[in-house]
């Protein structure tokens, strides 16, 4: 399965008025084929990247004469490597893999965010119940090791991807541990939930909807943290562009980005219909349409749009990759933010 769980609380149910009527105007009647400007566009096929799903599912996209040409990546750093060959314009793609391809010497700009702490880390089995009695996560964890004789192990997407980092940041930031204290084993998206249901591991950094789908499956897993209580403002999915496309075609990125600040605002103001373009997206015959209408509202969604938001726990997590060595360079956050993009759109649409 392609799907995970897949984390300050923003507030989802802002009252918006006249936000829809100044985008249809922004992007105008729907343009023929040949009119329209089109994006080589690589994604992961995550809830976090929502805003994406929501777009095309309404039909804003041709509406403002544009066409997305996707491709589906298993990995933040799968995309990466497509990123360095030279292919893609547009990535919604996660800050850590950004950071990764600009410090690699990818010209790319983070022109919008899409989610912020999105993460979770979920035990199951008898991590679940250790760490239900236990007076914190550390405890359950050093609990766990005595008990059964051997390190927890833990599930997560590829070493550099933000649930990866996010776990590591809160066993040695939060929690005081050593890394070798638990056994992390990187595995592509789908393996993640599969491992959790099966009780192949003992918990998991994932991002929903794996957290909702595995909570219902399994009602004794226990969330050991959430969000903001493993990285505090932790960034995560975001829209990149290629330097040249956003020479290129401004006008298309600005109005693209306008559509996605748009769909932020259904997924916090009308969660059921917006859940239900990114069930048609990423979940059609793998969970049910309930299943994911819930994810979309878990705390472990907390939608945004504007990147500024992000720029100081993007820092953060900058210097923290260094560390780990998962950033071979640093990267002047300057160069790797634009923006102007953002502020152009939300001008439009007032």
């Known amino acids: 399965m392609d799907i995970l769980l897949t984390a300050t609380t923003v507030a989802r149910r802002t009252v918006l008025v006249g936000a829809a009527a100044a985008l249809l105007a922004l992007a105008g009647p729907a343009l023929p084929q040949s009119n329209k400007v089109a994006f080589d566009v690589g994604y992961l096929p995550i809830l976090p990247m929502a805003q994406l799903f929501v777009m095309e599912g309404e039909g804003w996209l041709d509406e403002a004469g544009i066409v997305f040409n996707k491709t589906r990546f298993s990995s933040g750093p799968a995309m990466v490597q497509a990123i360095a060959s030279g292919k893609m314009e547009?990535?919604?793609i996660g800050i850590g893999p950004a950071m990764v391809a600009r410090a690699n010497g990818i010209d790319i700009k983070v022109v919008a965010a899409n989610v912020i702490e999105q993460v979770g880390v979920l035990a199951v089995g008898r991590l679940a119940e250790v760490s239900r009695g236990s007076t914190s996560a550390g405890v359950a964890l050093a609990e766990f090791t005595k008990?059964?004789?051997?390190?927890?192990k833990f599930a997560t997407l590829p070493k550099g991807s933000?649930?990866?980092?996010?776990?590591?940041?809160?066993?040695?930031?939060?929690?005081?541990?050593?890394?070798?204290?638990v056994?992390?084993?990187g595995m592509g998206a789908g393996r993640v939930q599969q491992a959790l249901l099966a009780g192949a591991v003992d918990g998991a950094s994932i991002l929903e909807p794996v957290l909702t789908v595995v909570?219902?499956?399994?009602?004794?897993?226990?969330?050991?943290?959430?969000?903001?209580?493993?990285?505090?403002?932790?960034?995560?999915?975001?829209?990149?562009?290629?330097?040249?496309?956003?020479?290129?075609?401004r006008g298309a990125i600005d109005k693209i980005v306008a559509l996605h600040i748009r769909a932020t605002k259904m997924l916090r103001n009308d969660?059921?219909?917006?859940?239900?373009?990114?069930h048609a997206a990423i979940g059609a015959g793998l969970i049910k349409l309930d299943i994911m209408q819930k994810a979309v509202v878990s705390p472990a969604n907390n939608f945004v749009s504007d990147p500024r938001v992000i720029v100081a726990a993007t820092k953060v997590m900058h210097d923290f990759s260094a560390e780990m060595g998962t950033l071979r360079k640093k990267v002047p956050l300057d160069l790797l933010f634009d923006s102007s993009v953002y502020e152009a759109a939300e001008k439009s649409e007032k």
Not at 271 to 278: D, L, M, N
Request: hydrophobic fraction near 45%; aromatic fraction near 6%.
């Open 90 to 92: 547009m990535m919604w």
């Open 147 to 152: 008990a059964k004789g051997r390190r927890p």
């Open 162 to 181: 933000v649930p990866d980092t996010v776990l590591r940041y809160w066993l040695l930031r939060k929690l005081g541990m050593r890394l070798d204290d």
């Open 183 to 185: 056994e992390i084993v």
């Open 215 to 249: 909570r219902e499956a399994k009602p004794d897993a226990y969330v050991m943290g959430l969000g903001g209580e493993l990285f505090p403002n932790q960034p995560g999915a975001v829209v990149a562009v290629r330097g040249e496309a956003l020479a290129q075609k």
């Open 271 to 278: 969660p059921k219909r917006a859940a239900r373009h990114v």
